[in-house]
């Protein structure tokens, strides 16, 4: 009895080690982007790598030129705020709408050569660490650029050791906090729309008018809204902590807000693209209407 029961466990564990080998059960497919999935699961990280690495490109371009970002009553959503001005550049905002005035000789001093004075890298790390910070992003760029892995199921790239958030990844944890820098910034891009309705931008002393760069700039606080306050960090924000949703008035207008912004973060991927392109959109308006590309209908 004994060696037939020593033959069949042989038996079985050589035909697991078979099926193992095979793959016929569980696990997945070892290698890079190797999967058992039969759709387009490639589609998605493909085109986020792409659009993503378009936006990069021409944010960054943008922010090199250093003028031609203000039009008429209408400022660039890269630039602002603005808080120094260079009046020397071409389509530089007025004085009166730098928070702090003329470009100071001790930052032009220290300033690197051959990097134009534009006030757009004074303000662009703002934005820029909540965004990269977000969870959403940070799921598009683990799939798209790190491949790590690149798609629910698919083989990812080979890592020698595992570290998982450590290092530079601690920052990701300032995502909470640079989140209260996400709303400052709709509150002065707010303030910018509200600008752009007024001929040459002079609130309450010029003329009170209509053009589409002022639909353009209204519409861009409006879409960081959606992005910005369908943010994890904000729905912890206004119901964390709570034991009870209907224990009282508070608990409940605490629960009835939870809700709405639930309703925004079910689609924060989709407010996270339209958003970020709507930037650069505003972006490209102010400017081809400064350089004189585009015509600006308008009220005045
Ligand atoms: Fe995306 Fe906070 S999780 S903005």
């Known amino acids: 009895m004994r060696p037939r029961l020593r033959y069949y466990q042989r038996e079985f564990r050589t035909a697991v080690a078979a099926m193992i080998e095979s793959e016929q059960i569980g696990g997945h497919v070892s290698g890079l982007a190797k999967t058992r999935r039969t759709d387009r699961w490639w589609i998605e990280p493909l085109w986020t790598a792409l659009g993503f690495l378009g936006f990069v490109i021409y944010s960054n371009w943008a922010a090199f030129q250093g003028e031609h970002y203000w039009h008429a009553a209408y400022l660039s959503p890269f630039y602002s705020p603005v808080l120094f001005v260079d009046l020397t550049a071409t389509g530089a905002a007025p004085l009166q709408h730098a928070w702090f005035g003329l470009w100071p000789d001790q930052l032009r001093a220290i300033w690197p050569t051959g990097l134009p004075t534009s006030p757009a890298w004074l303000i662009l790390a703002g934005p820029l660490a909540f965004r990269a910070t977000c969870y959403y992003y940070r799921k598009f760029y683990y799939r798209a650029y790190f491949m790590t892995p690149p798609g629910c199921a698919v083989g990812g790239r080979e890592q020698k050791k595992y570290k998982g958030e450590t290092f530079l990844f601690l920052f990701q944890n300032l995502h909470r906090y640079t989140w209260y820098i996400a709303v ?21 002393t010029g003329q009170l008018g209509i053009g589409v760069g002022s639909i353009i700039l209204l519409i861009n606080p409006i879409l960081l809204s959606m992005y910005t306050f369908g943010c994890h960090s904000c729905r912890h924000l206004v119901a964390g902590k709570l034991n009870c949703f209907s224990c009282g008035t508070i608990p409940q207008a605490r629960y009835s807000l939870w809700e709405r912004v639930t309703k925004l973060n079910e689609n924060h991927m989709f407010w996270a693209w339209v958003s970020m392109i709507w930037v650069g959109f505003t972006d490209f308006y102010v400017r081809m209407c400064s350089m004189g590309v585009f015509t600006d209908f308008n009220t005045w």
């Open 184 to 204: 400052a910034y709709i509150a002065i891009l707010s303030w910018d729309a509200f600008i752009a309705f007024w001929g040459n931008g002079e609130v309450f």
